[in-house]
């Protein structure tokens, strides 16, 4: 026997069944999103007349209250009490332990100091490998090496005097 759809049982009384099944599950899923809340991005009201865009906006804000006060009601969120305590208990830990890890990371920097990561000597040829100048009338200076410009520029002086 041919199917005479694809997905459908090759039995006809099954496959009525098979239709029938496949519609309930259809209208089902259709049934569980239209019971959920969408999300609506107007913000704007729509085009009418000052009082009716007023209306619009203030009944589009209360639904948005009155959704929100929903929400915090069945989470059975924490009373205020209980959240002035969350909040003071974490003012504490960050007086206890926060301040005084910060003072203590100033005063090692200040006791240690830092050091030089670098010296200033000249480098060897070896460190100043170019494979072309650089593209400005001091050709073997770096762009932020102002003692080699200096020095280029009194070359340059000396040379055209």
Not at 5 to 27: C, H, Q, W
């Amino acid at each position: 026997r041919a199917r005479w759809f694809v997905g459908s049982p090759t039995n006809k009384d099954n496959s009525i069944e098979y239709v029938t099944m496949i519609a309930a599950r259809r209208l089902a899923a259709r049934s569980a999103l239209s019971l959920t809340q969408r999300r609506s991005a107007q913000t704007v009201p729509k085009f009418g007349t000052e009082e009716a865009m007023k209306e619009q906006a203030i009944e589009q804000i209360r639904a948005r209250l009155a959704y929100q006060k929903e929400l915090r009601s069945s989470r059975g969120g924490h009373s205020h009490a209980e959240e002035v305590d969350e909040m003071w208990k974490w003012i504490k830990i960050s007086f206890i332990v926060a301040f005084p890890v910060c003072i203590l990371s100033c005063v090692k920097d200040l006791v240690f100091g830092e050091h030089p990561h670098h010296d200033d000597s000249p480098k060897p040829d070896y460190m100043k490998i170019r494979n072309k100048a650089f593209p400005w009338e001091c050709e073997d200076c770096a762009l932020f090496d102002q003692k080699c410009w200096n020095a280029c520029k009194a070359e340059k002086a000396a040379e055209g005097a």
